[in-house]
């Protein structure tokens, strides 16, 4: 009786386990990495999501871990990366947010950029966004949608002409149709 009880709680720890590993996985963490944390404060994330990559020219080393909203000081956001691989770079570093694709996905690039003190876990890095393809877009298209809304009020005016010119065209017939059939008559 005592072997049942002791398989079935050794079978539930194991699958407990499993659960465990399965969603860090889903999650895209490797529990088994040797991570290390970093900060950046920004006023506005644009976007940025838990999850998404932190990449050194292109190459994933880490992820956005959690996004925070700091009461204290400006109701800024904290950004908490973690980087799993073993890479040092100096307190100068970057996190900056981009577009990581056309849709307006964002993503962390890790700039590294040289200095005398190495970066450990815990400190905290300076953080900027760049200026992406989407943002871009929206401002050409701000002007771009100025000169539609002119384009549709003239093309308006052009219409509103036209359908004056056709109503009194319509009239002329129809009183020139009306002056015949009286004359027939």
């Known amino acids: 009786m005592k072997s049942k009880e002791l398989f079935i709680g050794l079978f539930t720890c194991i699958m407990l386990a499993v659960l465990y590993v399965g969603v860090n996985f889903l999650k895209g963490e490797n529990i088994l990495s040797n991570k290390r944390f970093f ?3 920004y006023d506005n994330v644009n976007g ?3 999850s998404r990559p932190v990449t050194v020219n292109g190459f994933k080393v880490g992820q ?3 996004i925070d909203f ?3 000081e400006k109701a800024n956001l904290i950004v908490q990366v973690a980087i799993e691989e073993d890479i040092s770079f100096s307190t100068n570093a970057i996190l900056e947010i981009y577009d990581s694709d056309i849709l307006g996905a964002k993503s962390l690039e890790l700039k ?3 200095g005398e003190e190495n970066a450990v876990n815990g400190d905290t890095l300076f953080g900027s966004i760049a200026t992406g393809l989407t943002s871009e877009v929206s401002e050409q298209f701000g002007s771009v949608k100025v000169g539609l809304d002119q384009l549709i009020i003239s ?3 052009v219409l509103k002409e ?3 010119l056709s109503n009194k065209a319509n ?3 129809v009183n020139n149709g009306n002056k015949l059939s009286h004359t027939i008559h």
Do not use: C, G, P
């Open 70 to 72: 700091n009461s204290t």
């Open 171 to 173: 009239r002329i017939l």
């Open 155 to 157: 093309f308006d005016k």
């Open 112 to 114: 590294m950029i040289d």
């Open 162 to 164: 036209v359908k004056d």
């Open 64 to 66: 956005v871990s959690s």
């Open 48 to 50: 940025l999501t838990i």
């Open 39 to 41: 900060y950046a404060i």
